[in-house]
T-cell receptor
């Protein structure tokens, strides 16, 4: 079945710097890769996603890149702000459990003022 | 629209007690899910319901049962709670398109469960 690894587990950056979180997946059939942000005590919320027919997608300060050959995808946050501090989860689609996702273990991002 | 709602928000049980977590969505989604979230382990799927009237096991189903009461509601039951079931439980829903077309999952606010 699908296995998703995520690195680093914790990341601290200075406000205004960039942050990069990387994920790898194992199932070559995976074709949808969402990223969720979870603030402390809150529910996970989708921030960006990418499908396998594109290599990069941007939304303001957030971008995601996908390398299907290497089976890895990354989240890039530019000009980080304190409100970017949260836990970020990557996920990859799987058909093992209907149409569902396997989530990575998460990255705790701290943006220091 | 309230989106996805869950009750209760917090619960403390003793080992062996039973309880049901409730989930409802008002987005007319076909698919609903129950996850548990433990530190350092991300979100793990317990059970899912692809459509009204169907339920299937996910990655970690042992010790749980579910009921898809109607299109809106999907409940999770712990028949005999164990300390290993201490976790935060999230319900989610999504609209699933064609066979290989995935969509965003919308999450509820979560239930923090402690089993003593």
């Amino acid at each position: 079945g699908e296995n998703v690894e995520q690195h680093p587990s914790t990341l601290s950056v200075q406000e205004g710097d960039s942050a990069v979180i990387k994920c790898t997946y194992s199932d070559s059939a995976s074709n949808y890769f969402p990223w969720y942000k979870q603030e402390l005590g809150k529910r996970p919320q989708l921030i960006i996603d990418i499908r396998s027919n594109v290599g990069e997608k941007k939304d303001q300060r957030i971008a995601v890149t996908l390398n299907k050959t290497a089976k890895h995808f990354s989240l890039h946050i530019t000009e980080t702000q304190p409100e970017d501090s949260a836990v970020y989860f990557c996920a990859a689609s799987t058909k093992n459990y209907g149409q569902n996702f396997v989530f990575g273990p998460g990255t705790r991002l701290s943006v220091l003022p | 629209n309230a989106g996805v709602t869950q009750t209760p928000k917090f619960q403390v049980l003793k080992t062996g007690q039973s309880m049901t977590l409730q989930c409802a969505q008002d987005m007319n989604h076909n698919s609903m899910y129950w996850y548990r979230q433990d530190p350092g382990m991300g979100l793990r799927l317990i059970y899912y319901s692809a459509s009204e009237g169907t339920t299937d096991k996910g990655e970690v189903p042992n010790g749980y049962n579910v009921s898809r009461l109607n299109k809106r509601e999907f409940s999770l039951r712990l028949e005999s709670a164990a300390p290993s079931q201490t976790s935060v439980y999230f319900c989610a829903s999504s609209e699933v398109g064609l066979v290989s077309f995935f969509n965003e999952q919308f999450f509820g606010p979560g239930t923090r469960l402690t089993v003593l």
